[in-house]
């Protein structure tokens, strides 16, 4: 077959994939055919792969993607292999929320896109190094630290030595409106928007950290209520695996209606969010389970992620990332081209990435793409937290 005849035939199968979509999904999902990106896009273009399907792909060939594979979710430190990091957080969130996708006929491409990059962001340490990484930048007067904002900050501007993946809106979107923190019981999308107010809305939230998002599309909605799907029941398997707490601590009122394992929590969250929201342009939880998961976060937040077991060396990491933050800035000041940020994150940089980042920006982007494991090579020996036991 000649390549004329190729591109034809590869052409006329992705209009068919375009036609089924509409045939099959519902009429307020994300299709394919609507995703646009800051560039023209010759693979987007002439390829035969559609526009979410391919965000996917960039996403996972991406350096900082591979980076997942040793970042802290919740536990850091902690010598267990059976503990939750990001990289398997990320894959159990994309499988929550193409599940309630599926059953709610929208795009699982673009779910699964968002779901992926929804963390790229995320600092070494987890939470803890998010809030030391942003009272950094604060003080150095860029702004504060958000992880939402560095995952659509490496995909569009950092990946590719500073060229970006030239993701779709709605992509970039999504990842940038997830909130795990937050507690919605209901979430209605947002669809008028632009890359200028991506922008806006970003530069926005480091200046006002309550400042809050909403999700362009329903698929946007899902990945954003699948995040806390993902960790709130994962997180009590790790507590208890770690003897932090016991099964019978959770209370009964909580346990009577989400369960108190996290197949059954979600399972009973992902029914509930079908059963309340199928047919409807909006995503939301039953009044009594939205209530219960209200009560269990909090559960979760005083007896886990404020327990001073998983504390214990936060002090030693903060002042570590103010030694390496400061250490960096330094050597980009005086030229200390033998320095980690020189040789293995601005060599062969792209001149508009460095056009378009100050100094205390550059080291923001190095520090935050860190793993774990790497963060703990670059301080001095003396230094190094050890984990425990």
Not at 16 to 24: A, K, L, P, S, Y
Not at 244 to 256: L, Y
Not at 375 to 380: D, N, R, S, T
């Amino acid at each position: 077959m000649n390549s004329g005849a190729f591109g034809t035939l590869f052409k006329r199968l992705r209009e068919e994939i375009n036609r089924r979509e509409v045939d099959n999904l519902a009429s307020y999902a994300a299709f394919s055919t609507g995703g646009f990106r800051r560039q023209h896009d010759i693979q987007t273009a002439e390829g035969y792969r559609q526009s979410y399907s391919l965000d996917v792909d960039r996403i996972l060939h991406s350096r900082a993607y591979t980076r997942y594979i040793d970042k802290t979710q919740v536990f850091y430190l902690i010598q267990n292999d059976h503990i939750t990091h990001r990289v398997l957080h990320v894959q159990l969130v994309s499988k929550i929320a193409r599940t309630i996708g599926r059953f709610l006929r929208l795009n699982e491409d673009l779910i699964e896109a968002i779901a992926l990059g929804h963390d790229i962001g995320h600092t070494p340490f987890g939470h803890d190094g998010e809030a030391f990484l942003s009272q950094l930048c604060r003080d150095s007067g860029i702004g504060s630290f958000h992880h939402n904002i560095q995952s659509v900050q490496f995909l569009d501007k950092v990946e590719r030595k500073g060229t970006g993946w030239n993701l779709c809106l709605q992509t970039l979107d999504g990842i940038l409106c997830h909130d795990g923190e937050v507690h919605n019981q209901f979430l209605e999308p947002n669809p008028d928007k632009t890359f200028e107010s991506l922008d806006r809305d970003m530069e926005r939230k480091k200046q006002d950290p309550l400042y809050s998002f909403v999700p362009m599309t329903l698929e946007g909605c899902v990945v954003r209520m699948a995040d806390v799907v993902g960790y709130i029941g994962r997180d009590l398997e790790d507590a208890i695996r770690l003897k932090m707490i016991r099964r019978t601590d959770i209370p009964g009122e909580i346990a009577d209606l989400l369960g108190d394992t996290n197949g059954t929590i979600v399972y009973r969250l992902v029914t509930d969010i079908i059963e309340q929201s199928i047919g409807r342009s909006f995503i939301t939880y039953s009044r009594a389970v939205a209530e219960a998961l209200e009560r269990l976060k909090q559960f979760n937040m005083e007896r886990i992620y404020l327990d001073k077991k998983i504390k214990q060396q936060s002090d030693t990491i903060e002042r570590l990332f103010e030694l390496l933050f400061c250490q960096y800035l330094e050597d980009l000041r005086k030229g200390h081209t033998d320095s980690a940020i020189f040789r293995h994150f601005l060599k062969d940089m792209s001149p508009e990435y460095l056009a378009r980042h100050s100094r205390e920006e550059i080291v923001r982007d190095f520090i935050a793409g860190m793993t774990d494991r790497y963060f703990i090579a670059q301080c001095p020996d003396n230094m190094r937290p050890r984990p425990i036991e």
